[in-house]
């Protein structure tokens, strides 16, 4: 089975700079991927001593269940959490943090289930797609088995694994359909996804750096 240390190798061959894509600049990277007109999550950033505001109740009534990422600016940490259900909830996570809420950013995003989650790295030279069953949570910690696909030389999707389930493929060319610019080429930089049990497909990040 192909690894990401074998597309790391695979990239270097090709002189694709697949190292910079892990340099973060999350508020870049949130703007770039709100900006793109790929669908994503519902967002909400809002400053630590805003986290009872109006709008900040109605976001999250509004969505079945969120996720909270919060961000110590001067203990330079962060802590989230995952299925919270109601302002309640939200607040006690809050109240549980060891950091001041005026030192602090929060952002609040719509979470749904999902059946699949992934990554795609995607250049003029190289387009790949990792995917996975399984929770966002569950994929991002690497628990479940990835699939390795590669647009071919003929502009075709193939895996390197053999047997791949037809609903891995279907899901796969779903995710690729939204980068597509062109027969031949997409949507150049690197994206992480999920697909929800009704089939919406979510795109969580999306860096550049070429």
């Known amino acids: 089975m192909a690894t990401w240390n074998d597309w790391f190798v695979s990239a270097k061959n090709k002189n694709f700079n697949l190292e910079r894509y892990?340099?973060?600049?999350?508020?870049?990277?949130?703007?770039?991927?709100?900006?793109?007109?790929?669908?994503?999550?519902?967002?909400?950033?809002?400053?630590?001593?805003?986290?009872?505001?109006?709008?900040?109740?109605?976001?999250?009534?509004?969505?079945?269940?969120?996720?909270?990422?919060?961000?110590?600016?001067?203990?330079?940490?962060r802590q989230s959490k995952l299925e919270m259900k109601n302002f309640d909830e939200f607040e006690a996570f809050l109240k549980s943090l060891p950091f001041n809420l005026n030192d602090c950013s929060i952002q609040l995003y719509q979470m749904e289930k999902n059946e699949f989650g992934g990554n795609v790295i995607s250049s003029p030279k190289l387009t790949l797609i990792e995917i996975a069953y399984g929770l966002q949570d569950i994929v991002g910690k690497s628990t479940e088995p990835f699939f390795h696909g590669k647009i071919n030389s003929h502009g075709r999707l193939e895996f390197v694994e053999s047997n791949v389930p037809n609903k891995i493929i279907l899901a796969s060319k779903k995710v690729l359909s939204y980068l597509k610019k062109s027969r031949e080429s997409y949507l150049e930089g690197y994206f992480e996804f999920a697909i929800s049990f009704d089939g919406k497909v979510y795109f969580m990040d999306y860096k550049t750096g070429f």
């Open 22 to 77: 892990l340099k973060v600049d999350q508020p870049s990277d949130l703007k770039r991927l709100y900006s793109s007109g790929l669908p994503c999550f519902d967002y909400l950033p809002v400053k630590g001593s805003n986290y009872s505001s109006k709008e900040v109740k109605e976001f999250i009534i509004a969505h079945k269940s969120i996720w909270v990422r919060v961000i110590d600016h001067r203990l330079q940490k």
